[in-house]
């Protein structure tokens, strides 16, 4: 079982930054994958970012250039640094991860972003 909390979220201006955080109750060294979704009001979940164990990242087109996932494995957490933040970025975003390639799937709870026109 692997529990993840995401901390970071607030409330920030139009153009504003920040960053994200999602720390796992354990090792994340060898994690296959993990990423961020999102959920805007009124809108269904959507992927936002995603990192592998080998580095690759994957992100959404409305995200990309502006949105960086990186992760610290030495603190098993993984960060989602929000720059050049947008009115439609407003949402609860939520940490994912998956261990192994056939395992299962974890959700932490969320933290809500909202930004301010």
């Known amino acids: 079982q692997v529990q993840l909390v995401e901390s970071g979220g607030g409330l920030v201006q139009v153009g504003g930054s920040l960053r994200l955080s999602c720390a796992a109750s354990?090792?994340?060294?060898?994690?296959?994958?993990m990423g961020w979704y999102r959920q805007g009001p009124g809108k269904e979940r959507e992927l936002v970012a995603t990192?592998?164990?080998?580095?690759?990242?994957n992100y959404a087109d409305s995200v990309k250039g502006r949105f960086t996932v990186s992760r610290d494995n030495a603190k098993n957490t993984m960060y989602l640094q929000m720059n050049s933040l947008k009115p439609e970025d407003t949402a609860i975003y939520y940490c994912?991860?998956?261990?192994?390639?056939?395992?299962?799937?974890?959700w932490g709870k969320g933290t809500l972003v909202t930004v301010s026109a």
């Open positions: 990192l592998t164990s080998g580095g690759s990242t």
């Open positions: 354990g090792s994340i060294f060898s994690f296959h994958i």
């Open positions: 994912t991860a998956k261990p192994t390639y056939y395992g299962s799937r974890y």
